[in-house]
T-cell receptor
Framework: GENVEQHPSTLSVQEGDSAVIKCTYSDSASNYFPWYKQELGKRPQLIIDIRSNVGEKKDQRIAVTLNKTAKHFSLHITETQPEDSAVYFCAASIGGGGGSNYKLTFGKGTLLTVNP | DGGITQSPKYLFRKEGQNVTLSCEQNLNHDAMYWYRQDPGQGLRLIYYSQIVNDFQKGDIAEGYSVSREKKESFPLTVTSAQKNPTAFYLC???????????FGQGTRLTVV
């Protein structure tokens, strides 16, 4: 089955700096890669996602890149702010089409701390 | 108010007892999931279901059971066979395709 590895487990940056979180996946059939943010005491919420037919996707200060050959994808947060402090999870799934099985596998998470 | 609801928020169980966690969604989603969240372990998949009357084991299914008799409901039973059941449990649902999973607010289970 799918295995998703996420690094680093903790990341501390100064406000205004950039933060990068990296994930690798094992199943070459995976084609959908979402990222979730979980603030303390709250439920995880989707912040950005990418399909395997796209190499990069941006949404304001966040971006995700995907390298299908190497089977890794990364989350980039620019101009970090204290409110970006949270746990971030990457995930992998097979989405769409007849081969979908909807299994959604998460990495172990990265605790991001943005220091003012 | 549409969404996915878990109950109860806190649950205490005596050793040797089975306990059932509730998860209900009114989003008309096909797929539903149960995850266990422990510090430093991320979200580990227990069971998932893609359609009514069908479900698959996730990575840590031992000691757990589920049912999917209705599209809206996906209850999780933590049995006495689960040796370390104290954890935070999250339910999620999503529809077909490349879609967002929506999470419930979670149930914190404590064995006393």
């Amino acid at each position: 089955g799918e295995n998703v590895e996420q690094h680093p487990s903790t990341l501390s940056v100064q406000e205004g700096d950039s933060a990068v979180i990296k994930c690798t996946y094992s199943d070459s059939a995976s084609n959908y890669f979402p990222w979730y943010k979980q603030e303390l005491g709250k439920r995880p919420q989707l912040i950005i996602d990418i399909r395997s037919n796209v190499g990069e996707k941006k949404d304001q200060r966040i971006a995700v890149t995907l390298n299908k050959t190497a089977k890794h994808f990364s989350l980039h947060i620019t101009e970090t702010q204290p409110e970006d402090s949270a746990v971030y999870f990457c995930a992998a799934s097979i989405g769409g089409g007849g081969g979908s099985n909807y299994k959604l596998t998460f990495g172990k998470g990265t605790l991001l701390t943005v220091n003012p | 108010d549409g969404g996915i609801t878990q109950s109860p928020k806190y649950l205490f169980r005596k050793e040797g007892q089975n306990v059932t966690l509730s998860c209900e969604q009114n989003l008309n989603h096909d797929a539903m999931y149960w995850y266990r969240q422990d510090p430093g372990q991320g979200l580990r998949l227990i069971y998932y279901s893609q359609i009514v009357n069908d479900f698959q084991k996730g990575d840590i299914a031992e000691g757990y059971s589920v049912s999917r008799e209705k599209k809206e409901s996906f209850p999780l039973t933590v049995t006495s066979a689960q040796k370390n059941p104290t954890a935070f449990y999250l339910c999620a649902s999503r529809t077909r395709g490349y879609t967002e999973a929506f999470f419930g607010q979670g149930t914190r289970l404590t064995v006393v």
